[in-house]
């Protein structure tokens, strides 16, 4: 983040994901073959147990939560003990939603049995605050808890914040991510009558005959330090968050701007933040939800930034599906594996370009490449934009 101070590193990070459960599971699933089947692809024979120090705890934690507390244990025990002050650390968090499983679950409590049924733990555990709290209580962090709740760019936007409060000086560590698990019955019933979810059942970003995305579920949890506090206490960087931009396309509640100008934009916002050059970028994980209207706005926009077909593009949903608000945040953690496997996971699903894009999709089996800055995109209902860019440290 060009001028802000002190770079920020990323220390430690934890995934749970439909397509695995761990960085090393996760990585497996992002060069498998995808999903397809249904409207939703789900974390199976999960298990919150371990995450909890009793049963009655992990009840009392809407399934969002869990996911959240379970990564960034993960994130947590690889980046060892953060020596700082508690309020020297921070949460920032991002989700969509939150806790809509618990709100469904107990409005059909409320009509079959009473209003008296209905859970005294409803609001804690259907809070979109919730996961971020649960993970600020449980270490004790006392430095900013906050929340982000942007629809799909939540987690983008989450990161990028998170780092600025890392770069300024104003926290010496801060953990950063998204949780989202949201794929009720009626939110799935919602979101395929406005026609946003697959009617072929299959996650295909970019490709000619794309009609609408999966819903995903999930989390992933990063640790950001000041890179000369990490280095200090003999931390493993794993890489840097260089630059993140965040603005609004002010055009519709659901559609991009036509053309991808708003996305374009904030992606070019990045690239100032980080003093980089669009021909740095070597590697560019797209929001790609398979949906007609954004990944066509989202390829026009890639071109206007980066020309026509310079830099390869992934979207990983057709093995996470769309997990809303922390698909930045899986996302994230997927650029950070490509990093270390000097691969680009295919796009999963997607098997004939969209004739209108002049993109570089990465299809099929995975491409090797040298890593490099990458800038991962994520865009959400109300016209939220957020680009973050991640470099490998040097």
């Keep these: 983040m060009q001028g802000a101070g002190h770079r920020v590193a990323i220390t430690g990070y934890g995934v749970v994901a439909p397509c695995g459960i761990g960085k090393d599971q996760f990585w497996n699933g992002l060069i498998g073959p995808g999903f397809s089947g249904a409207r939703s692809i789900e974390v199976q024979d999960w298990d919150p147990l371990p995450y909890f120090d009793n049963p009655k705890d992990a009840r009392r934690s809407d399934r969002c939560e869990q996911f959240a507390l379970a990564a960034a244990h993960e994130a947590l025990t690889q980046s060892g003990e953060l020596p700082y002050d508690k309020p020297r650390i921070g949460t920032i968090f991002g989700t969509g939603i939150g806790g ?104 295909k970003p970019f490709d000619a005959t794309r009609d609408g995305f999966i819903m995903g579920e999930g989390s992933a949890v990063f640790v950001l330090e000041r890179l000369d506090l990490a280095l200090q206490r003999g931390a493993m960087i794993i890489a840097e968050i260089v630059g993140a931009a965040s603005n609004a396309d002010a055009h519709h509640i659901t559609a991009p701007s036509p053309g991808g100008v708003g996305a374009a934009r904030c992606m070019n916002l990045a690239l100032e933040d980080a003093g980089l050059q669009p021909s740095d970028i070597k590697q560019i994980n797209a929001h790609g939800t398979s949906t007609p209207l954004n990944d066509q706005a989202e390829a026009q926009a890639i071109e206007t930034v980066f020309g026509q077909h310079t830099v390869p593009v992934v979207s990983v949903k057709g093995v996470t599906g769309h997990p809303l608000g922390a698909a930045g945040a899986l996302e994230a953690a997927a650029v950070l594996l490509s990093m270390e496997k000097r691969l680009i996971p295919p796009t999963a699903g997607t098997q004939s370009i969209s004739d209108d894009m002049n993109i570089d999709v990465v299809v099929g089996s995975p491409r090797a490449w040298e890593p490099g800055p990458t800038i991962s995109n994520n865009f959400g209902f109300g016209g939220h934009n957020g680009s973050v860019i991640i470099a490998p440290y040097k």
């Design 100 to 203: 809509l499983r618990t709100l469904e679950e107990n409005v059909i409590t409320r009509v079959e049995k009473g209003e008296r049924r209905v859970s005294p733990f409803l609001v804690p555990m259907m809070m979109s605050n919730a996961s971020g709290a649960a993970i600020s209580m449980r270490y004790g962090f006392q430095g900013p808890a906050e929340t982000i709740c942007t629809a799909c760019a939540a987690a983008t936007h989450a990161i990028g914040n998170a780092a600025r409060l890392v770069a300024w000086g104003r926290c010496d560590a801060v953990i950063t991510g998204g949780a989202e698990s949201a794929a009720t019955i009626t939110a799935l019933a919602g979101f395929s009558n406005m026609t946003a979810l697959s009617t072929t059942l299959v996650s």
